[in-house]
């Protein structure tokens, strides 16, 4: 893919005419990754900032006691804010990205992101941008854990996931790590509504039988 072929996934970037910041993108290169792949851990050094061109990498936390929480997804046109705050700072990562899907990335060297990212008022501008977004979509994820109930957050989870005749394949775990819970606590909010004949539950999967009530009680805080 040539220089041209993948800025036009970035047009702030297309813009950067200096010498710094060309020098920057004519060092990137374009990789393809596969689905499920960890492409970086806990404690790894940042050497590269990266640009997602297409697919999605699932950003996660894993705590001392073994749960873990999804804190974001970088998708196609963004940058991964972990990955920025670690270059900016010298600072290895504190959480683990692992490839939701095939990916194609862009990139950029350590060495030549930090020069850029001092001399170049365009591509230092496109940086932050994306910093400031990633990072609000961040706080609000702390926000939810903090201050919103866990059966109005798993309600959401469940709209979000739910094909048009309301199917959901997701297992009791994998929605306790989305929600940052126990699989037993999102185990238990589950029967809760299957009780009150909200869903009915399967094996691996879950089908909406009132969606309007899960709805509903997604707007609470």
Not at 1 to 8: F, G, P, Y
Not at 191 to 216: A, P, T, Y
Request: hydrophobic fraction near 40%; glycine fraction near 6%; charge should be neutral.
């Amino acid at each position: 893919m040539t220089l041209d072929n993948w800025l036009s996934h970035f047009p702030r970037l297309a813009s950067v005419h200096d010498q710094a910041g060309l020098s920057a993108l004519d060092r990137a290169q374009v990789i393809s990754v596969p689905k499920g792949t960890v492409v970086f851990r806990i404690g790894d050094h940042c050497d590269n900032y990266f640009l997602v061109i297409e697919g999605r990498i699932r950003v996660q936390q894993l705590a001392a006691s073994g749960r873990e929480i999804v804190l974001y997804r970088v998708k196609a046109g963004e940058s991964c804010v972990l990955t920025t705050s670690c270059l900016m700072a010298s600072n290895d990562y504190p959480a683990q990205g692992i490839t939701e899907t095939d990916v194609r990335a862009v990139m950029i060297p350590a060495s030549s992101f930090n020069k850029a990212l001092t001399q170049s008022e365009g591509f230092r501008a496109f940086v932050l941008e994306g910093y400031s977004k990633r990072l609000t979509d961040l706080l609000t994820v702390i926000e939810d854990l903090a201050f919103r109930r866990l059966d109005c957050r798993l309600a959401e989870r469940l709209i979000t996931l739910a094909n048009d005749s309301g199917q959901i394949q997701a297992t009791h775990q994998e929605l306790a790590v989305e929600l940052g819970s126990a699989r037993e606590v999102v185990s238990r909010q589950l029967k809760e509504f299957e009780k009150k004949g909200w869903i009915q539950l399967g094996r691996g999967s879950i089908r909406l039988l009132d969606r309007d009530q899960i709805n509903q009680l997604m707007q609470c805080d």
